[in-house]
């Protein structure tokens, strides 16, 4: 830019110069009120007495003392660890297992992959409602194996307060696992070739291959699905709404019905915005850490 | 894609590899009828008279085929006291994703335009921070949102969804666009400065018409998100705008009268539908989308 069209246009070239700033700012107005704002009101209302309106002086932890004394809640956070780490735990095998069997020069892989992973593009909603009615007791899967002649077949997990955990893990690894496949397969295809080439040369069986030399290389691949299967435990909502709507009772809840039902049907703002506090508080523990040696090793 | 795959020659007859081939067939066949599974039944079941259902078995095909269910689903199902099938509620979510949609992918892709090709001080930090906020589990804004849609007037309304939805979509629009547009040599832009040529010249001649790929990328990931999103649907709509997975949500769980599995299914197969079929025609895009939103590169 010149002097004169500087002195000439003062504002235009302001603004030519400012532009990608002007541009940016609403965006990260936005973020810094919507994100980082409304943390803090939720954190500052957790610290409240807040009940079916919000009040704002503080009355210390109150709200987390009695979150952690209701047996609802520890029901919730029980469950979640019980379906996170088995979800986690199992679409990771799963994954891992179909990547390798897909990896193995597989004439209709592109097939094969298409119907693995189409239960990601649903919502759990329409997730949830296909199970509820493959698990129904009476007269889903259970039927049809007593009409295989096991007439004493039952499988009424579905209603079974101490089950119930358990058939949102079914439908969550019907539905993630396909993905995990296809990370774990982009990861595989990423191995260094020469590598298993002269393992291969050496003689090495090729389950050796795969269990000393593919699996190890992919530690990235690993962490990244299990942030991503975490971070999808830890929200997970939809699913058990439309699947066991929490129940029997609260037997299947987890933090994120719990947090819903306190903000939007027992109107006790105050529990709702602590368990959503600590919701965060558990995300960030497994996330943090990531993203920061994410962005860390970027600037390396 | 690499060709790697491991000999399995030494040491196994040729008889016994061709055992072994099979047998992998045999497996990734299995895992698929498990995949299809649900969505066989789901199709059947919708097929099925009530009398069928009740007396049959879940996974046989339908003796007689009807298609009432589907009929009943589309413009007569009940969601709580009101009987107009999901129909107004597909129309919501056709509302309330399209501008979504579309917003944010724009101010995503200028976003990223910015943070990758016009790095001023703080641009990284700016995008650290709208990065963050693709983790932060909503229902941490849940309460202080519900509040600020009254406050503006645009609670329970369809404008209302629209925001949020774009809102809390622009910091993974953002990611997609800004790694895509870092790797363009910033020689390009430079050049076009040299040039004469302005910000949004830039921007709209150059980096515009080689975005078509992270541009499908980003429009099939946020009509996903925002067409199968339950939590910000059913905490931020009211009776007439929510959209159609809290319809469905509300068939299934109707207590009143009888159970009609078969429009269940029905309604489900709608609801999914729209997705389904970007899945079939751009699985491509889609599973980039799914990757760049995990494996952030």
Known sequence: MSNRSQTLRPLGSWLEHHLPKVVLAPSFIAVLVFVYGFIGWTAWVSLTRSKLLPKYEIHGTIQYERLFAAPRWDVAMNNLFIFGGLFIVISMILGLILAILLDQNIRTEGAIRTIYLYPMALSMIVTGTAWKWILNPGLGIEATVRGWGFETFSFNWLVDPDMAIYTIVIAAIWQSSGFVMALFLAGLRSVDTEIIRAAQVDGIPTWRVYTAIIIPSMAPIFLSAFIVLSHLAVKSFDLVIALTGGGPGFASDLPATYMYAMAFSRGDIGQAASSAMVMMGVVFTIVVPYLYSELRAKND | ?297
């Open chain 2, 1 to 297: 894609m690499t060709d790697m795959s491991l000999p399995q020659t030494r040491g196994r007859s040729r008889a016994g590899r061709i055992a072994l081939r099979w047998l992998l067939y045999v497996i990734l066949g299995l895992f698929a009828l498990y995949y299809l599974m649900p969505l066989f039944v789901m199709v059947t079941t919708s097929l099925k008279s009530l009398e069928e259902i009740r007396t049959g078995d879940l996974m046989s095909l339908p003796r007689d085929v009807t298609f009432d269910a589907w009929a009943t689903a589309w413009s007569g199902a009940c969601t709580g006291i009101q009987c107009e099938g999901v129909r107004p509620f597909f129309w919501n979510s056709v509302l309330i994703a399209v501008p979504a949609v579309l917003l944010s992918t724009l101010i995503g892709a200028l976003n990223g335009y910015v943070v990758a090709q016009w790095r001023f001080r703080g641009a990284n930090l700016i995008f650290a921070a709208m990065l963050f906020g693709c983790f932060i589990p909503f229902q941490v804004v849940l309460l202080p949102m519900a509040r600020l849609l009254g406050l503006m007037g645009i609670a329970g309304t369809i404008p209302g969804l629209i925001f949020v939805h774009v809102i809390y979509g622009l910091g993974f629009t953002t990611l997609f666009f800004r790694n895509y547009y870092v790797t363009i040599p910033s020689e390009l832009t430079k050049a076009a400065k040299v040039d004469g040529a302005g910000f949004f010249r830039i921007f709209w001649s150059i980096f515009l018409p080689l975005s078509l790929p992270i541009i499908v990328v980003t429009i099939i990931w946020q009509f996903t998100q925002i067409w199968n999103d339950f939590l910000f649907g059913v905490s931020f709509s009211q009776a007439g705008t929510q959209p159609i997975t809290v319809a469905l949500n509300n068939i299934v769980n109707s207590t009143t009268g009888v159970k009609e599995y078969n429009v269940d299914m029905a309604t489900a197969i709608i609801a999914a539908l729209p997705t389904l079929l970007v899945y079939v025609v751009a699985g491509k895009y889609f599973i980039r989308g799914l990757t760049a939103g995990s494996v952030k590169g």
